[in-house]
């Protein structure tokens, strides 16, 4: 199973970028599926998640510090999770990983995820 994310780059504050992250291999129905990102020098930290809730309903997680800026959507029959990031400051500066699960997990966690992306840099101007 591969994470293969994309859409990150350069922007001002304020501006607006959707990351995109497509899971292809084997046969795969990630439960879970979330985005972290480690800025310079700091740890990684968890930013959104999305799980299965039935069909193609899903249940939203956010970071405080995201809540009310980015959304996370999926389609389950591409396999793939998108992170609409809006209104962006410049201590959105980060790498930005995805990571998925075929379990039930706790999604802001990141021992719980068994794949990731190679991750893909926002870089936020002031």
């Known amino acids: 199973v591969q994470l293969q994310a994309s859409g990150g780059g350069l922007v001002q504050a304020g501006a607006s970028l959707r990351l995109s992250c497509v899971a292809s291999g084997r046969t795969f129905s990630p439960y879970t599926m979330g985005w972290f990102r480690q800025a310079p020098g700091k740890e990684k930290e968890f930013v959104a998640s999305?799980?299965?809730?039935?069909?193609?309903?899903?249940?939203?997680d956010f970071a405080d510090f995201v809540r009310g800026r980015f959304t996370i959507a999926r389609d389950n029959a591409k396999n793939t999770v998108y992170l609409q990031m809006n209104s962006l400051k410049p201590e959105d500066t980060a790498v930005y990983y995805c990571?998925?699960?075929?379990?039930?997990?706790?999604?802001?966690?990141?021992?719980?995820?068994?794949?990731w992306g190679q991750g893909t840099l926002v870089t936020v101007s002031s």
């Open positions: 990571a998925a699960s075929e379990y039930r997990i706790n999604p802001k966690l990141q021992s719980g995820y068994d794949y």
């Open positions: 999305a799980a299965r809730s039935g069909g193609s309903l899903y249940y939203a």
